[in-house]
């Protein structure tokens, strides 16, 4: 059995920054490799970043504008967002890979 929590998500206007967060109650979490997802209405769930067990980073849009990182000790990935555009708008999941487990999503807004 695990838990994700995420948190963090809230109304920002364009050109801001958020920081997500997830507690991931899970055995062996530093063998899993951690992955931040979003959905917007009407969209399929993409992959906005991934995290291995080594920490090397994934991002599939090389816009640069988000970081991904995680803390071995208590359990925590993070997701740093800057520059947020109205295109961002979606409920972020986080999601250990290869895995059946995924937290219950923090949505994001991004609107003036």
């Known amino acids: 059995q695990a838990q994700l929590v995420e948190s963090g998500g809230g109304l920002v206007q364009p050109g801001g920054s958020l920081r997500l967060s997830c507690v991931v109650s899970i055995s062996n979490f530093n063998e899993y490799a951690m992955g931040w997802y979003r959905q917007a209405p009407g969209k399929r769930r993409e992959l906005v970043a991934r995290?291995?067990?080594?920490?090397?980073r994934y991002y599939p849009d090389a816009e640069g504008r988000f970081d991904i990182s995680r803390d071995y000790t208590n359990g925590t990935v993070y997701l740093q967002m800057n520059n947020l555009k109205p295109e961002d708008t979606a409920v972020y999941y986080c999601h250990a890979e290869d895995s059946g487990y995924w937290g219950q999503g923090t949505q994001v807004t991004v609107s003036s």
């Open positions: 995290i291995n067990k080594y920490g090397y």
